[in-house]
C-alpha cells in the first residue's frame, strides 16, 4: 500500500504561484511514478502532470506547459508541483497519484492506471 497527503493549495490570485507537495508514504519503493490530476465542479478529473519517480520522464498536459514543472525528492518521498502564471480555470481540487506498473509515459495521463490516490487539495485562483 502507498499513501499520499497532498498539501499546498489555497486562494491566490490571477497570474500568481503555489506550490503544491504530495507526500509519499508505505511501500515507496514499488512506486513508478506519480502523477497530478484536478478536478473543476461539475466536471470530470482532469491530468495535469506525471513524473517517473526516477526522473527521467516527464509529461504535461498541453493547458498547463510552460507554466507548471513537476519535480520530485527522492529522499522526502515528495513530488511537488510547482504552479505559476495561475488562471482562473486552474481553479479545481488537486489530486496526486501513484502507480506500481511499469508503463510508458504516454498512457500516464490515464486515470486507470494509477492505484492509490490522495485526498485531493483545493486551489482557487481569483480573476
Known amino acids: 500500500q502507498v499513501q499520499l497527503v497532498e498539501s499546498g493549495g489555497g486562494l491566490v490570485q490571477a497570474g500568481g504561484s503555489l506550490r503544491l507537495s504530495c507526500a509519499a508514504s508505505?511501500?515507496?519503493?514499488?512506486?513508478?511514478?506519480v502523477g497530478w490530476f484536478r478536478q473543476a465542479p461539475g466536471k470530470d478529473r482532469e491530468f495535469v502532470a506525471t513524473?517517473?519517480?526516477?526522473?527521467?520522464?516527464?509529461k504535461y498536459a498541453d493547458s498547463v506547459k510552460g507554466r507548471f514543472t513537476i519535480s520530485r525528492d527522492n529522499v522526502k518521498n515528495t513530488v511537488y508541483l510547482e504552479m505559476n502564471s495561475l488562471k482562473p480555470e486552474d481553479t479545481a481540487v488537486y489530486y496526486c497519484?501513484?502507480?506500481?506498473?511499469?508503463?510508458?509515459?504516454?498512457?500516464?495521463?490515464?486515470?486507470?492506471?494509477?492505484?492509490?490516490w490522495g485526498q485531493g487539495t483545493q486551489v482557487t485562483v481569483s480573476s
Open positions: 497519484a501513484a502507480t506500481t506498473k511499469t508503463v510508458s509515459i504516454v498512457v500516464l495521463n490515464l486515470r486507470a492506471f494509477y492505484a492509490y
Open positions: 508505505g511501500r515507496t519503493f514499488s512506486v513508478y511514478a
Open positions: 513524473i517517473e519517480w526516477s526522473g527521467s520522464s516527464i
